[in-house]
T-cell receptor, first 115, second 111 residues
């Protein structure tokens, strides 16, 4: 069983461009979580999704950021018009059920660098 | 391939017990090992370990790293029900600040 896959592993964008980060959960997992890790800081929750539904987006900036988890295919975290402050490591985790019942499995992360 | 293995995967104890959680790793260009506690949303940072043999303490929690044997332990003494959580271990590498998480240990502390 392959683990949580994230791609790309590294992404370089210029200010104003769009960044698309993909997360393929473990097989059988229908819950996906996105986190951001800024340099020298801990993980910060961004959004929690189930298939085709956003359950909790309280940690996601209201503008420029969006997330989806379609019925088929990976979950996508999309950042429009990136700014330098978006440079961070973005981690995705998946679980078969909601977090309080099940352990999350983390992917290796995508490191976004905005020039 | 780099990997981080935590054991046990789950653990049930009673209040007042002492627990030891294990994290072993195989990571190229090791930089640091981090322990997190996850209850609801984002994992809460506990410790960062970079040097072998130096114990870090925070209240009833302590952790130590062995870079020769490639493992770390997290100790919790006099456990309380509030310690119930998933404890995650993650290892950072120097190259590209690569970070690998273990699968976590789910600790349940019963009254």
């Amino acid at each position: 069983n392959a683990g949580v896959m994230q791609n790309p592993r590294h992404l370089v964008r210029r200010r104003g461009q769009e960044a698309r980060l993909r997360c393929s959960p473990m097989k059988g997992h229908s819950h996906v979580y996105w986190y951001r890790q800024l340099p020298e800081e801990g993980l910060k929750f961004m959004v929690y999704l189930q298939k085709e539904n956003i359950i909790d987006e309280s940690g996601m900036p209201k503008e420029r950021f969006s997330a989806e988890f379609p019925k088929e295919g990976p979950s996508i975290l999309r950042i429009q018009q990136v700014v330098r402050g978006d440079s961070a490591a973005y981690f995705c985790a998946s679980s078969p059920q909601a977090i309080v019942q099940e352990t999350q499995y983390f992917g290796p992360g995508t490191r976004l660098l905005v020039l | 391939e780099d990997k981080v293995v935590q054991s046990p995967l789950s653990l049930v104890v009673h209040e007042g017990d002492t627990v030891t959680l294990n994290c072993s790793y195989e990571v190229t260009n090791f930089r640091s090992l981090l322990w997190y506690k996850q209850e609801k949303k984002a994992p809460t940072f506990l410790f960062m370990l970079t040097s072998s043999g130096i114990e870090k303490k925070s209240g009833r929690l302590s952790s130590i790293l062995d870079k020769k044997e490639l493992f770390s332990i997290l100790n919790i003494t006099a456990t309380q029900t509030g310690d119930s959580a998933v404890y995650l271990c993650a290892v950072e590498a120097f190259i590209d600040n690569d970070m690998r998480f273990g699968a976590g240990t789910r600790l349940t502390v019963k009254p």
